[in-house]
Each structure stands twice: as C-alpha cells, then as structure tokens.
C-alpha cells in the first residue's frame, strides 16, 4: 500500500510555503486511492494533531492567517472541503480504515466547527 506524505511540523522559516504545501497535500490525497490514516489528512493546523481533541480555533485561525487567507472566502471553500456530510468529505472518510475512521471523522468534524467559528468571526468584521 502506498503511504501518504506525512504532515511535518513547520519551522518559522517554512511559514511562507505552509498554505501551498497544504494545497498540494490535498491535491496529492484528491488525485489518489489509497487507504489513509488520521496523520495522512491534511490537516489546517502547522502540525499533525495527536487526536480530534488537538484541532483547537486558535491553531485553524493562525493558520489561515499566517498565509493571508483569513478571508471568508477562503473560509466557506474550506468549509466544503472538510464537510463530513459532503461528497467530498465523504470520500475522504471512506478511504481511511475502520481502525480510526471514528478518529478522522472526529477530526472532519472539529474541523468544521471552529471553521463555522471563524466564518462567523469574519462575517462580523466585515
């Protein structure tokens, strides 16, 4: 079975590529088949979480804020991405093993909540 690129912390000096290896990480996973685990996904944080537990607002808004992409547009398009209930999300899911699907929907779905957090934070700026 071919492993997925693993999620690596970032240094100070890799701020400036995080958002685009995020996007290519997604785009390498989307382009795929294989079967994935939790620290396969992509996560919006600057490093793999242990658990669903880890994925906290303040890392997703620091985060999209360090890449200048704290705009609700970037927000609501992430919000399909990390939908559970979606096709896309679902898909995603429906790679991973039963061992830890329960783990990796966790994660989709503490994801989604901060980001519904975060879009309305951006709503109220605007």
Same mark, same amino acid.
């Given at each position: 079975?071919?492993? %997925?690129?693993?999620?690596?912390?970032?240094?100070?000096?890799?701020?400036?590529? *995080?958002?685009? /290896?995020?996007? =290519?990480?997604?785009?390498? *996973?989307?382009?795929?088949? #294989?079967?994935? #685990?939790?620290?396969?996904?992509?996560?919006?944080? &600057?490093?793999?979480? &242990?658990?669903?537990?880890?994925?906290? =607002?303040?890392? *997703?808004?620091?985060?999209?804020?360090?890449?200048?992409?704290?705009?609700?547009?970037?927000?609501? #398009? !992430?919000?399909?991405?990390?939908?559970?209930?979606?096709? !896309? $999300?679902? /898909?995603?899911? &429906? =790679?991973? $093993? %039963? /061992?830890?699907?329960?783990?990796? !929907? $966790? $994660?989709?779905?503490?994801?989604? =909540?901060?980001? *519904?957090?975060?879009?309305? !934070?951006?709503?109220?700026?605007?």
């Amino acid at each position: 079975m071919e492993q %997925e690129q693993q999620q690596e912390p970032v240094h100070e000096g890799d701020q400036c590529d *995080i958002w685009e /290896a995020y996007q =290519r990480r997604w785009d390498h *996973i989307n382009s795929s088949s #294989t079967q994935l #685990t939790f620290q396969d996904i992509p996560w919006p944080l &600057a490093s793999c979480p &242990a658990g669903p537990d880890d994925i906290m =607002r303040d890392a *997703i808004a620091s985060f999209f804020r360090s890449q200048n992409q704290f705009r609700r547009q970037a927000i609501s #398009t !992430e919000l399909t991405r990390w939908h559970y209930d979606r096709p !896309e $999300g679902r /898909a995603i899911i &429906a =790679r991973v $093993g %039963e /061992a830890e699907r329960g783990k990796v !929907e $966790g $994660g989709f779905r503490a994801v989604m =909540r901060n980001l *519904i957090l975060l879009r309305q !934070e951006a709503d109220e700026d605007t």
